[in-house]
């Protein structure tokens, strides 16, 4: 039995969606759409999970300001690594 082709179109369209249930994984998703770094968005819940959040947030946005930055991820990170 074949498969209806939009059931498949349906499937593929919402596992491209993102799925929040605590707070800790909207900052983490919030951190990486500022730093244009959806990529790493495990490694930023992580991070905002175990630690202060709205902090890690208010660090991604100045951030995500600076223009020349170029790879704001790793910038982020190195920020945040130096303020332990």
């Known amino acids: 039995m074949p498969?209806?082709?939009n059931?498949?179109?349906?499937?593929?369209?919402?596992s491209q969606e993102?799925?929040?249930y605590q707070k800790h994984q909207l900052v983490g998703l919030?951190?990486?759409d500022l730093l244009d770094d959806r990529k790493h968005k495990a490694l930023y819940i992580k991070l905002a999970k175990q630690g202060n959040g709205e902090h890690l947030l208010g660090v991604a946005k100045e951030i995500?300001?600076?223009k020349e930055v170029k790879?704001?991820?790793a910038y982020f990170?190195?920020?945040i690594q130096v303020n332990k």
């Open 77 to 79: 990170m190195k920020v």
């Open 30 to 32: 919030e951190i990486a």
């Open 18 to 20: 993102s799925h929040v």
């Open 64 to 66: 995500s300001k600076k």
């Open 3 to 5: 498969l209806d082709e």
């Open 7 to 14: 059931y498949i179109s349906k499937l593929k369209k919402r």
């Open 71 to 73: 790879n704001k991820g």
